[in-house]
T-cell receptor, first 114, second 115 residues
């Protein structure tokens, strides 16, 4: 069965601090896809990144970076020099190769204070 | 271009009423998904369409929930005889193709409150 665990319910940081959001997943498939979405107070889920299971290369996009490690079934998300606008709920999600649905974690609330 | 749109954004219903929630996917997107998000939780899958065909409805919680996409574009999620436990945000998503790697793009959701 598929499962995504985001153990951190809520994180508070001060602006300019770095913060890492953890994501651990479970799947029996050898091919799968991992996603991160941001949900600001407006409610819309905003796509951030997709990672294929066969590509373990880490990725950096501006202040965002992602660390994918198959050995520990983790796909962690780091924000460098956080800003108030980063305050949101962040969701990690998994989709299996032949599956239709995204399976989401419970989300991590990030609060960045000025 | 326009993203996924949903209407209404907010809906208040009395217990026992029927409601209909609308989703306009991104133009040309083949796949359409409905998710339910309870307060403080991650979205949970309800149902999936490929064009007009409903290929997976395994997540629909009861036979009071019904979804359709008759012309392969706009979709409607209908909930009959609403109950308080139906209160949630209903999210619609679409993707260009029907294959797994495709990213799902989400709408703003409809917040349903059942009194």
């Amino acid at each position: 069965a598929q499962k995504v665990t985001q153990a951190q319910t809520e994180i508070s940081v001060v602006e300019k601090e770095d913060v890492t959001l953890d994501c651990v997943y479970e799947t029996r498939d050898t091919t799968y896809y991992l996603f991160w979405y941001k949900q600001p107070p407006s409610g819309e889920l905003v796509f951030l990144i997709r990672r294929n299971s066969f590509d373990e290369q880490n990725e950096i996009s501006g202040r965002y970076s992602w660390n994918f490690q198959k050995s520990t079934s983790s796909f962690n998300f780091t924000i460098t020099a956080s800003q108030v606008v980063d305050s949101a709920v962040y969701f990690c999600a998994l989709r299996e190769e032949y599956g239709n649905k995204l399976v989401f974690g419970a989300g991590t609330i990030l609060r960045v204070k000025s | 271009g326009a993203g996924v749109s949903q209407s209404p954004r907010y809906k208040v219903a009395k217990r026992g009423q029927d409601v209909a929630l609308r989703c306009d996917p991104i133009s040309g997107h083949v796949s359409l998904f409905w998710y339910q998000q309870a307060l403080g939780q991650g979205p949970e899958f309800l149902t999936y369409f490929q064009n007009e065909a409903q290929l997976d409805k395994s997540g629909l919680p009861s036979d009071r929930f019904f979804a359709e996409r008759p012309e392969g574009s706009v979709s409607t999620l209908k909930i009959q005889r609403t109950q308080q436990e139906d209160s949630a945000v209903y999210l619609c998503a679409s993707s260009l193709r029907h294959i797994s790697p495709d990213t799902q793009y989400f709408g703003p959701g409809t917040r349903l409150t059942v009194l």
